[in-house]
């Protein structure tokens, strides 16, 4: 059977054969489970590039850790590999020809973890924890972008231990995203910078914010032609903007809307509002998958600006998301986010990776 491959017939999966006598709702959805999921928050996933074989999964957790697994086209998953930061894991991404992972923490360093041989080694230092790492591939160099609490965004060879370059940041950096020739980056305070990578990176424009409240993730999207367009910026208010670099009506084409909050639109009741902790942009349809401290993914098409599908609720957040390349595959993680704060934390509670079938669900729903 198989369950990521391209003529995938399956529908939900992972299902248990005896059914269950609890109710259980740790996987609504009933995705299939990442087998030795990390004994801590997950706070950050990402598949492998197209240039590899296969699908390997990357997660950084607040155990310290970052974990490799394969994912079978029939779904079972291998745990490979592991390595070890002395502070959480807050950032992952692979180098282009999948050779390399990097990752970012809280022990204000960002290492290279070499898969081949299985050694990981500094490559990256701030004055405070590493929030964000991204992998450049540019023409002319390649590098590591690394932003932090420290207000600095850093760019680094990987074989030298000082920068090639430094940016100074107007606050601390909370997000960032990076396909070539463009960078965006989300601070405190609600700062917004879009950099441009050509020849070297530099500072490309400021954009006021189009969120009234703290910034949690971003993700860039592309236009027709494969090029980097606009990016969509999800808060802790449960509202995600689409905004475009340079858009022919700007007040028309960019726009706001809400996400991850309870009680439907019913003004009469108050509604419980959830951050959007992750945006994920389908590789092939360019439709995209947030996912909240609601517990809850969504899937949307921006274009048409119409909601695909909101899962069940599961019994935590979710706390990170990713596709694979080609699309076949979402992953998400569900695990503690403290946005409630340290009362309802439970050590009890298990960390989980869930895999899901996304070929079908992300297709925009008018393109027959």
């Given at each position: 059977?198989?369950?990521?491959?391209?003529?995938?017939?399956?529908?939900t999966?992972?299902?248990?054969?005896?059914?269950?006598?609890?109710?259980?709702?740790?996987?609504?959805?009933?995705?299939?489970?990442?087998?030795?999921?990390?004994?801590?928050s997950?706070?950050?996933?990402?598949?492998?590039?197209?240039?590899?074989?296969?699908?390997?999964?990357?997660?950084?957790?607040?155990?310290?850790?970052?974990?490799?697994?394969?994912v079978q086209?029939?779904?079972?998953?291998?745990?490979?590999?592991?390595?070890?930061?002395?502070?959480?894991?807050?950032?992952?991404?692979?180098?282009?020809?999948?050779?390399?992972?990097?990752?970012?923490?809280?022990?204000?360093?960002?290492?290279?973890?070499?898969?081949?041989?299985?050694?990981?080694?500094?490559?990256?230092?701030?004055d405070?924890?590493?929030?964000?790492?991204?992998?450049?591939k540019?023409?002319?160099?390649?590098?590591?972008?690394?932003?932090?609490?420290?207000?600095?965004l850093?760019?680094?060879?990987t074989?030298?231990?000082?920068?090639?370059?430094?940016?100074?940041?107007?606050?601390?950096?909370?997000?960032?995203?990076?396909?070539?020739?463009?960078?965006?980056?989300?601070?405190?305070?609600?700062?917004?910078?879009v950099?441009?990578?050509?020849?070297?990176?530099?500072?490309?424009?400021?954009?006021?914010?189009?969120?009234k409240h703290?910034?949690?993730?971003?993700?860039?999207f592309?236009?027709?032609?494969?090029?980097?367009?606009?990016?969509?910026?999800?808060?802790?208010?449960?509202?995600?903007?689409?905004?475009?670099?340079?858009?022919?009506?700007?007040a028309?084409?960019?726009?706001?809307?809400k996400?991850?909050?309870?009680?439907?639109?019913?003004?009469?009741?108050?509604?419980?509002?959830?951050?959007?902790?992750?945006?994920?942009?389908?590789?092939?349809?360019g439709?995209?998958?947030?996912?909240?401290?609601?517990?809850?993914?969504s899937?949307?098409?921006?274009?048409a600006?119409?909601?695909?599908?909101?899962?069940?609720?599961?019994d935590?957040?979710?706390?990170?998301?990713?596709?694979n390349?080609?699309?076949?595959?979402?992953?998400?993680?569900?695990?503690?986010?403290?946005?409630?704060?340290?009362?309802?934390?439970?050590?009890?509670?298990?960390?989980?990776?869930?895999?899901r079938?996304?070929?079908?669900?992300?297709k925009?729903?008018?393109?027959?």
């Amino acid at each position: 059977m198989s369950l990521f491959g391209t003529t995938s017939g399956f529908g939900t999966g992972g299902t248990s054969m005896f059914g269950s006598t609890t109710t259980d709702n740790h996987n609504p959805m009933k995705d299939i489970e990442v087998t030795s999921s990390p004994d801590d928050s997950i706070g950050c996933l990402s598949f492998s590039p197209p240039t590899l074989p296969g699908n390997f999964l990357i997660a950084g957790s607040w155990a310290n850790d970052v974990r490799c697994w394969e994912v079978q086209d029939s779904g079972q998953t291998i745990p490979k590999a592991q390595q070890m930061h002395t502070g959480p894991v807050l950032d992952v991404c692979w180098s282009d020809d999948g050779s390399k992972v990097f990752t970012a923490s809280c022990d204000k360093t960002a290492k290279m973890w070499d898969l081949n041989s299985n050694q990981a080694i500094q490559i990256a230092q701030h004055d405070a924890p590493v929030k964000t790492i991204h992998w450049i591939k540019a023409p002319n160099y390649s590098c590591v972008m690394t932003g932090s609490w420290d207000k600095t965004l850093k760019f680094w060879d990987t074989r030298s231990s000082n920068p090639m370059m430094v940016l100074q940041l107007p606050e601390r950096c909370y997000c960032a995203d990076v396909i070539y020739p463009m960078a965006v980056v989300a601070t405190a305070e609600r700062g917004l910078i879009v950099y441009q990578l050509e020849n070297q990176p530099s500072e490309f424009r400021r954009i006021e914010s189009p969120l009234k409240h703290q910034h949690r993730c971003v993700a860039i999207f592309r236009d027709k032609q494969n090029k980097p367009t606009g990016f969509a910026l999800g808060s802790i208010e449960g509202r995600v903007a689409i905004h475009y670099i340079n858009p022919p009506n700007p007040a028309k084409d960019n726009f706001t809307f809400k996400c991850h909050r309870s009680n439907g639109t019913n003004t009469s009741a108050p509604q419980d509002i959830y951050a959007v902790n992750g945006i994920a942009f389908h590789p092939v349809h360019g439709t995209l998958a947030t996912v909240g401290s609601d517990g809850r993914f969504s899937f949307w098409d921006k274009d048409a600006r119409t909601k695909l599908k909101t899962s069940e609720q599961l019994d935590q957040p979710i706390s990170a998301c990713c596709f694979n390349h080609n699309g076949n595959i979402f992953a998400y993680a569900s695990s503690y986010d403290w946005s409630k704060g340290h009362e309802f934390y439970n050590p009890q509670k298990k960390n989980y990776i869930f895999l899901r079938n996304a070929a079908e669900e992300l297709k925009p729903r008018n393109k027959k």
